[in-house]
């Protein structure tokens, strides 16, 4: 499997002096060979400069541009909105669980979305503006709300989790330390202590957070973790 355009969070064994890495993506099939493991020392070493930079903002960066006042038609789910005009909005800067996964997961899914509809007013600002689009014509962007960001609001509670896509990836630094500290609180779904799920597990496609020993550096922007996701 490989992910591209992945979160990842890395941390390095005390124990053992291998990098773990921790990742949220989007994952698709794909074949990971194996790589020398004297390569492991320099893994080890890029992990721990990485992992420690990963929480370095306390609050989210104000708007630098906004969209004129934009009226809201209805919340799709955690992290995607449709505006009056037909437009569709896909949040940026984290992921919220799908309405069609089973379980847990559709449970959060569900509580996303109804937290995103209790705190967004009918009228709602869309930033960066102008927005970009995706493959699917949908614009991308995050929704502020005057004070803060519909993302902090979710991810600080544990309902939806810190993810970058670039280019619009501003808001990840201060997303990570949100997210930290809903994890070590045990807000949300960190409460349940599912997450994240073992790499050495995967066997699906999808929206997945996923953590495991570094084991191959390909080059220097894909590495693969557990023998068994590659990541780009």
Not at 22 to 35: D, N, W
Not at 56 to 65: H, I, R
Not at 92 to 108: A, H, I, M
Not at 125 to 146: E, H, K, Q, V
Request: glycine share 6%; charged share 20%.
């Amino acid at each position: 499997m490989f992910a591209k355009s992945a979160t990842l969070f890395i941390r390095v064994s005390r124990k053992w002096s291998i990098p773990v890495g921790e990742l949220i993506a989007s994952t698709s099939a794909s074949v990971a060979a194996q790589f020398p493991s004297k390569f492991l020392t320099k893994a080890a070493l890029i992990a721990a400069f990485v992992y420690s930079g990963a929480s370095v903002a306390d609050s989210c960066p104000p708007p630098q541009t906004l969209s004129p006042p934009l009226k809201l038609q209805r919340v799709i789910d955690g992290d995607t909105v449709k505006l009056s005009d037909g437009s569709s909005v896909r949040l940026t800067g984290f992921n919220s669980f799908e309405l069609k996964d089973s379980g847990w997961k559709r449970q959060y899914a569900r509580k996303a979305r109804s937290r995103a509809q209790d705190v967004l007013s009918e009228t709602i600002f869309i930033t960066p503006w102008p927005a970009s689009t995706d493959r699917y014509g949908r614009l991308l962007g995050n929704l502020w709300m005057g004070e803060s960001y519909l993302g902090e609001v979710l991810v600080a509670e544990g309902l939806a989790l810190t993810v970058s896509i670039p280019p619009e990836n501003r808001l990840v630094a201060c997303l990570l330390d949100l997210e930290w500290q809903a994890r070590d609180a045990k807000r949300g779904v960190w409460a349940l202590g599912h997450l994240p799920e073992s790499a050495e597990a995967l066997n699906r496609g999808g929206f997945q957070h996923r953590v495991g020993d570094i084991t191959q550096i390909l080059d220097a922007k894909t590495l693969v973790l557990s023998d068994r996701l590659r990541v780009m």
